[in-house]
């Protein structure tokens, strides 16, 4: 799920304990993402979800977590064109893809 690719660049640029640091921090912003997600869907709010992508969509793709920010990038691009409803439909999948982030995370941890 993480390209360890990215991870064994941003160990070698930052160290260990840095990447530790942002892992940790990516985590916790997954997390809470995962209760905006629910209530943006829940509200049919794509501008929040636009917010909500353009941010995760970075931070998934710094640590390698590829398939996460595509699906991130989709759903901000479809919200930027005026594709609400296209949006929303990508962001069902949003939720799952943010519980298993966490838990890639949370096993990289346990490495350490």
Do not use: P, W
């Not at 793709?61 to 590829?66: A, D, S």
């Not at 919200?79 to 890639?104: I, T």
């Amino acid at each position: 799920m993480i390209d360890q690719r990215v991870l064994d660049g941003l160990l070698e640029v930052i160290g260990a304990e840095a990447l530790t640091d942002v892992l940790d921090s990516c985590r916790r912003q997954f997390e809470d993402s995962q209760m905006i997600v629910t209530a943006a869907l829940a509200r049919g709010d794509s501008a929040e979800l636009l917010r909500l992508t353009h941010d995760l969509k970075s931070s998934a793709l710094n640590i390698g977590l590829n398939d996460l920010g595509g699906l991130a990038r989709e759903i901000e691009t479809a919200c930027r064109e005026g594709h609400g409803s296209d949006a929303l439909r990508l962001a069902q999948g949003l939720g799952e893809r943010l519980l298993q982030a966490c838990a890639a995370i949370r096993a990289i941890d346990a490495l350490h």
